[in-house]
């Protein structure tokens, strides 16, 4: 089985720094950036040791699905995407937040609810509700953006009065956060998903907003399937779903949830060509289109030679 794209070590002219992220490498110039997805993935806010073939390429192929569909609803940063791991965009200075959007209690909110809580973020809620339930109406819990470690639950009131944000650009970036969630709502219901909860980042170029860093994608949204999703509800079943949650659940039975003195269980081929076959599941249930494998060997070289002829 292909091995996965773990890194990728690249200089090139012109070049002015390289970040590393969890699952992206990214080549960074003067005006422009050229980000590699890797097969890297990330749970809790730990990257796992081994990379899970085609992920880079689903991630990349759907964020740009979708930031091709929503172009006209909000702004992005992408300018091209030359090769299926890799988007060429405009370097934008990133806000400090990321903007959680969730249409039902689920994951995080569900784990903060059960034990006891009825406020996350700031936001209020009701009394009565079970996992998995649709919420009154979609809240937005954002998050700190951290540079290392654990991202953080903030309130709006905290990232204004703490000036993380102008209170200006704090309601363009809602407002966006909002529209988005419609749309991919309503691209997801079209293909039989529901939209369950997201996250989406915006940066600034110059004086404008942009939306940036990947959209709608299993490592940034959780999808449940449409067709019995009442049902299951009814009967308090497991939803079926389509995003990373499965990867943090194979974890957290295993004794792993990226806690101080816990050892990530052994990946093991089968664990790694299951994961990969759900990601490839989604890509083609989320865009309609079959998966088409890049061709693998030498892929190095392969994403090289196409970040030189386009930077």
């Known amino acids: 089985m292909n091995q996965g794209i773990k890194s990728t070590q690249f200089e090139f002219p012109g070049q002015v720094d390289f970040y590393k992220g ?20 990330s749970a809790f806010d730990v990257v796992l040791p081994k990379p899970i073939p085609f992920k880079g390429q689903v991630l990349n192929q759907i964020a740009s699905y979708f930031l091709a569909s929503t172009a006209d609803i909000v702004p992005n940063w992408v300018t091209s995407t030359p090769d299926p791991n890799v988007t060429i965009g405009k370097k934008c200075i990133p806000f400090k937040v990321e903007m959680v959007i969730r249409g039902y209690l689920a994951g995080h909110a569900w784990r903060e609810y059960r034990d006891g809580k009825r406020s996350i973020c700031g936001v209020s809620l009701p009394d009565g509700l079970k996992e998995n339930d649709a919420l009154p109406t979609p809240i937005i819990t954002p998050t700190t953006k951290a540079d290392q470690g654990h991202d953080e639950d903030i309130s709006r009131e905290d990232i204004l009065s703490e000036g993380i944000v102008s209170e200006k650009d704090y309601l363009q970036l809602e407002q966006y956060t909002r529209a988005l969630f419609q749309s991919g709502s309503e691209m997801a219901r079209s293909k039989g998903l529901i939209l369950v909860d997201t996250k989406y980042e915006f940066g600034k170029f110059g004086d404008q907003i942009l939306l940036i860093d990947e959209i709608h994608t299993p490592d940034s949204s959780r999808y449940f399937y449409l067709e019995g999703y009442e049902k299951r509800q009814q009967e308090g079943a497991v939803q079926k ?3 990373k949650e499965f990867v943090r659940q194979w974890l957290i039975e295993n004794g792993f949830q990226g806690k101080e003195g816990q050892t990530i269980p052994e990946m093991t081929p089968e664990i790694i060509e299951s994961i990969s076959k759900r990601y490839i599941e989604l890509f083609e249930h989320i865009t309609g289109h079959e998966f088409q494998p890049a061709k693998s060997q030498d892929a190095s070289e392969r994403i090289k030679e196409v970040i030189l002829a386009n930077i």
């Not at 969890?22 to 993935?41: L, S």
């Open 22 to 41: 969890k699952v992206r490498d990214v080549y960074i110039f003067d005006k422009i950036i050229a980000v590699v997805a890797t097969d890297r993935i």
């Open 241 to 243: 779903q389509l995003s």
